[in-house]
């Protein structure tokens, strides 16, 4: 009978945003609680299920204590090569590019290629539509990966229209928004979610300060349906590769051709009898669809040649 069984009752809840080892858990009545990680193993990302209980700990209202196995997890590699989980359970990722900053479009492919890996649903948003030229910059990418099957969108934050289709999109899954800093993330947030203030900061002054302006993934419940975490913009995105072989599988049009090559073991990287080859030759591929998938296949190759012990 010494302590009140409300207080020490273990809970459930999302985390909303996490910073080293605090993190926003969001419960079931939709109260976000600031809670702390308990120990040093356990690790909580933006997306996680937790299991917490209220505690007073230098701060934080809660101390989570356990992380509920992932569905789905996206990653990338880091600095120092290790991977590094940016949210879990997503069902969709949703990879944004805009007239400015310059689009990457081997980032947009690795982004798609990740999400295969991972076995996320994927689309592409073509931001900033009311740019001049907007079109015609994107307008062949755009093309390409509406061909492939991803769901593609022509948003704006100056009108309304994009949004909506965008809303449609994202009704039943929970979304995460990817893409170089500034192609205006966190602009689609505050567009989407009224109410919210996302941090938005002019591309200049972000690349002044040398930071991006959103720091950490943080998400978000939408009116419509559907969740979306806003994730920090980068300027380069490395997957964590699969094995060379499985390295197609990111790319629907490769892995599609594949069928046709003579070998069953073609790598699409000079053997004879490729169709994938003849596919480029005959314009069926984009070359920089190609030139993104024979990069990674030589990532995956390398680590391969480092890490011998991976080959078994
Ligand atoms: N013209 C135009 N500008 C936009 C649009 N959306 C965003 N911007 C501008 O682009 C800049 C960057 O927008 P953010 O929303 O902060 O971009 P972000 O992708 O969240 O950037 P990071 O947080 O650094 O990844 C801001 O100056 C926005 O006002 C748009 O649809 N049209
Ligand atoms: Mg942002
Ligand atoms: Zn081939």
């Excluded at 933006?46 to 209220?54: E, L």
């Amino acid at each position: 009978m010494n302590q009140e069984p409300e207080a020490q009752a273990t809970r459930e809840g999302r985390v909303v945003s996490s910073h080293g080892r605090d993190a926003v858990v969001e419960d079931a009545a939709h109260r976000r609680i600031h809670c702390r990680l308990r120990g040093r193993r356990l690790a909580a990302v933006c997306g996680d299920i937790v299991r917490w209980v209220a505690a007073d700990t230098e701060g934080a209202a809660g101390l989570i204590t356990e992380i509920i196995p992932r569905g789905t997890e996206l990653a990338r590699m880091n600095m120092r090569g290790q991977p590094e989980v940016i949210a879990a359970n997503l069902t969709q990722l949703v990879s944004v590019i805009a007239p400015l900053p310059a689009p990457d479009l081997g980032l947009c492919d690795r982004y798609l290629a990740a999400a295969e890996w991972a076995g996320l649903k994927a689309c592409v948003v073509a931001n900033k539509s009311d740019l001049p030229g907007a079109k015609v910059l994107l307008g062949e990418a755009i093309d390409c990966y509406a061909a492939l099957g991803y769901p593609v969108v022509w948003a704006t934050k100056n009108a309304p229209g994009g949004a909506q289709d965008l809303a449609a999109q994202l009704r039943e899954e929970i979304s995460v928004l990817v893409g170089q800093s500034g192609v205006g993330k966190s602009s689609l947030i505050n567009l989407l979610v009224p109410g919210v203030e996302a941090t938005v900061q002019e591309i200049s002054r972000a690349a002044e300060t040398g930071k991006h302006t959103t720091s950490v993934a943080s998400l978000y419940q939408l009116p419509a349906g559907g969740d979306l975490v806003d994730s920090p913009g980068v300027r380069d995105f490395a997957p964590p590769l699969p094995p060379p072989r499985g390295i197609a599988s990111g790319f629907r049009e490769i892995a599609r051709h594949a069928a046709n090559c003579r070998f069953k073991d073609c790598m699409h990287l000079r053997e004879p009898g490729c169709a994938v080859a003849a596919a480029t030759t005959a314009g069926e591929i984009p070359a920089r669809r190609i030139a993104s998938y024979r990069q990674l296949v030589n990532q995956a190759e390398g680590r391969l040649r480092r890490n011998p012990q991976l080959r078994r």
